[in-house]
């Protein structure tokens, strides 16, 4: 019986992202440095940065102890991209999770915003969300406060195109 996405996770998800800094997002890799503690000096694609949010890890999510998997039950998931986790985890299918949750160049293929790894990312969560109807007053109001477009860019912050 197919139940399809957890919206309401993804919202989760969403918010989880919100509250890191912008540097300390990069889609390039799961992990792409470990601080001295979790907030300093470390960075993550969204998908690592769930992995290491207990919300996530209550669902089975972690990471591994070198960075570059992501665990699902305690156990590797043998793929080059998030997008297989996300699949199970979210309820997605699997083109839409490797959307959401895949390597850099899912999302930059043709992107000249300039936005922020962290700021496309959320604009891609935030179109998915509003094309399935998900997008109620609430979460919106949430969005035009600390959403994605709300905070002007801090210019060094930017990606390079």
Known sequence: METGPDFELLKDAYAIIDGIPENAISLEKLQTTRGETLDHGTICSPPGWLALHPRFNELGLSMSDDGEHLMLN???????????????????????????????????????SGLSDKRLWQRELRDYLKSHGQLDSDFEERLETRGPFADPVNPSELRAL
Do not use: C, W
């Open 74 to 112: 305690g156990n590797i998931v043998d793929d080059a991209s998030p997008g297989l986790v996300m699949t199970q985890l979210f309820g997605l299918p699997p083109s839409d999770a490797e959307h959401l949750f895949g390597k850099r160049d899912t999302y930059t293929l043709g992107d000249d």
